[in-house]
């Protein structure tokens, strides 16, 4: 945990600015002025408490093995098996990251294990990133991630439909992937309007429905884990109701990649 991104945190329960009350950036307690107190742990700001997963695929991402597998298992070849061409992984991290205007802030939700806001790091080193995610075994591998590659990044269990950050604190908002399996998109996306300053970027992967009728039922069976494929354009209407004007899109098979700019 970085302590200087405390300036851009508030507490979940009273959105009351947070600070630093005792311990370090490894194992300590940050409070609001209304006294609600929050552990570091292994690094990592835990504003959540017990884990309360609402589905299959919340679940799952609770599991220490998950965490592990993540990156090393699947997140290399995803792209390349959901869109049905080759999609290396490095080609995504180009769009993800790329023509970014001088950020100072930079929020990637529903970040597992962290590989968006390393990859924005490594690209914007004077930018402040943050990571968020629900699920702490995700966090702990992020933050051993950030560490290995010696990138100060701060990684803070919270939900996305209560974000912990400041309101326009940030220039840029990454999301990939975890659309599909979030819970009340429209408060979600209401929060990201939220925490985003005018102009601010943001760059979002997603997967949308299938045409398919293999496809389809393959999604209709990933529903019932709480897994939800919206079609392309009803998710650019989403994000069209809270203030994103798209800027750029790519669709490969069901791979939605999304620039978009708040509007001022």
């Not at 100060?152 to 940030?170: C, E, M, Q």
């Not at 354009?233 to 098979?253: K, P, R, S, V």
Request: charged share 15%; proline share 5%.
């Amino acid at each position: 945990m970085n302590l200087a991104h405390l300036e851009y945190l508030q507490c979940p329960t009273c959105q009351a600015p947070l600070s630093h009350m005792s311990g370090d950036a490894e194992t300590g307690w940050v409070a609001c002025a209304d006294h609600h107190r929050f552990a570091i742990q292994q690094g990592v700001l835990d504003l959540l408490g017990p884990a309360r997963p609402q589905s299959m695929a919340a679940q799952s991402n609770e599991w220490a093995i998950t965490a592990w597998a993540y990156e090393r298992l699947w997140r290399p070849y995803s792209l390349s098996i959901l869109s049905g061409q080759y999609f290396p992984l490095a080609q995504e991290l180009d769009y993800i990251c790329g023509d970014i205007r001088q950020p100072r802030v930079i929020v990637d939700v529903a970040c597992s294990n962290g590989l968006y806001a390393r990859a924005m790091q490594t690209a914007y080193p004077h930018a402040h990133v943050i990571g968020i995610d629900r699920a702490l075994p995700m966090l702990h591998e992020a933050q051993r991630r950030a560490r290995a590659a010696r990138l100060r990044i701060s990684y803070v269990r919270a939900d996305a439909r209560a974000l912990p950050i400041i309101n326009h604190a940030a220039d840029v908002v990454a999301i990939g992937g975890s659309w599909n399996e979030m819970e009340q998109l429209d408060l979600v996306a209401a929060e990201l309007q939220r925490i985003s300053r005018p102009f601010a970027t943001l760059r979002s992967m997603g997967l949308t429905a299938s045409t398919t009728q293999f496809g389809q039922a393959i999604q209709q069976l990933a529903s019932t884990g709480g897994v939800h494929f919206p079609t392309p354009a009803e998710f650019i209407d989403l994000l069209a109701t809270y203030g994103w004007q798209i800027t750029h899109m790519q669709q490969h098979g069901i791979v939605q990649l999304i620039k978009a700019q708040q509007r001022g």
